[in-house]
């Protein structure tokens, strides 16, 4: 008996060992995650109104309990787009956080005066290539101010405290994108935040149309995940800017619907060496866009091209999709070709109407996306199905050193350009 109860008690005294050791670690592993993903962050900043004076701002780590409804409401009043005709509003299908889920390391934060929600920022880091260099890039996005409380310096106190959550997990660089005409958020960013210019990407948008016959002469393959990451880490890597370090994450991601190669079934001296690819991004999945704005022309040829969809497509003509309402989309991204131009040209348009063809397949695609930009960017776009009406060259990227001893990369058409598409 008392063998017995040694060896039970002695027993016990593991098993509760195990077990405390085991909630301690447990315990430290989500302190680290919390600090480090989900650092909370709450200050007040005095800004001016003109209406009201001083008023207080507090800026606040985003909580998706009480905030995920106004947030919608944030994101509804204010209108995104490429000029002064076109608006697009996002639904971000009750997720307002939905554009940085995908990156390891995100933040949102949000502006509050009083107990109205009025203004909110997102960020992502990663690794990235820089100028051949492996930085870690911190993402701007998502920029929001409510329309009544803008001109009062909210907009700057939100990215300034975005750039502290940067500057405290060692960002080296810190960038956005806006476009040319966009001369509020240049003058928040250029003139008073210090980004410089850096790449003018193009974004080139086509609608979906039926099924496309793919020239018989050359060859589409899916490629496998393991022989995409090592393509792209191969031939990519070394001349794009901002290509991720986490590239395998992205082309394992649920949303990145594939990569796909594509080269000449005859090899002879006049295409050998000549291939293309490019891996696609189901953005649909995460949120969608509609136009609430545009000219009545744009309105007239939509409801229009969609009375006669029918006959237009017997000519070779596609029917403008109806974009008034929520629709998705795909994103085109990783666009890389070799060899020479027209050859590669040709095989970038076959993979371009192989995607066309996987969305007419999918109901709630209306449009295909993709963006270009750097070296080779003008080549690319002459063979990337896109309607001008839609499209976008205006782009602009800036950037922005956070260290001191960190030189600012100028301006450069001498590399391409790799769009996340976890950040579209």
């Not at 993402?139 to 009544?148: C, E, F, Q, S, T």
Request: with cysteine; aromatic share 10%.
């Amino acid at each position: 008996m008392s063998l017995y109860i040694y060896i039970h008690t002695h027993t016990h005294n593991h098993t509760f060992l195990f077990f405390f050791l085991s909630v301690s670690i447990y315990l430290h592993l989500f302190l680290y995650i919390i600090q480090n993903h989900f650092t909370y962050v709450r200050t007040e900043h005095m800004v001016h109104s003109e209406e009201d004076g001083e008023e207080v701002v507090v800026i606040r780590s985003y909580d998706h309990c009480t905030d995920r409804a106004r947030v919608e409401r944030l994101e509804r009043s204010c209108e995104i787009g490429h000029n002064d005709r076109i608006f697009l509003f996002t639904d971000t299908l009750g997720d307002p956080i939905c554009r940085i889920r995908n990156s390891l390391l995100h933040n949102m934060l949000v502006a509050e005066v009083g107990n109205e929600l009025v203004g909110s920022v997102q960020g992502t880091i990663k690794l990235v290539t820089v100028h051949d260099n492996l930085v870690k890039a911190g993402y701007v996005l998502g920029l929001r101010v409510a329309p009544p409380h803008r001109r009062r310096g909210i907009g700057l106190v939100l990215v300034r405290k975005l750039e502290e959550w940067f500057a405290a997990h060692g960002v080296d660089y810190a960038y956005m994108a806006t476009q040319k005409d966009n001369d509020a958020s240049l003058r928040l960013f250029v003139g008073k935040l210090g980004y410089d210019s850096f790449l003018s990407p193009a974004i080139l948008v086509n609608p979906v149309n039926r099924r496309l016959r793919l020239p018989s002469g050359i060859a589409i393959r899916k490629l496998k995940v393991e022989e995409a990451e090592l393509r792209y880490r191969r031939h990519v890597a070394e001349t794009a800017e901002f290509f991720p370090d986490d590239i395998d994450r992205i082309l394992r991601n649920k949303l990145s619907l594939g990569t796909w190669v594509a080269y000449y079934n005859k090899r002879d001296d006049y295409n050998v060496g000549n291939w293309a690819m490019l891996s696609v991004w189901n953005s649909g999945e995460v949120f969608k866009l509609r136009i609430g704005k545009a000219p009545l022309g744009c309105l007239v040829l939509t409801k229009g091209s969609n009375l006669i969809g029918k006959y237009l497509s017997c000519v070779g003509l596609t029917a403008l999709p109806d974009l008034f309402t929520p629709f998705g989309f795909y994103f085109v991204y990783g666009v890389h070709t070799e060899g020479q131009f027209p050859m590669c040209g040709r095989l970038v348009r076959a993979l371009s109407e192989h995607v066309n063809n996987m969305a007419a397949r999918d109901s709630e695609c209306k449009v295909i996306v993709t963006e270009i930009g750097g070296k080779g960017g003008d080549d690319l776009r002459r063979y990337i199905p896109h309607w001008k009406l839609l499209s976008c060259d205006d782009d602009l990227w800036c950037i922005k050193p956070m260290k001191l001893d960190v030189e600012l990369a100028s301006s450069t058409r001498s590399r391409s350009l790799f769009v996340d598409p976890r950040e579209v």
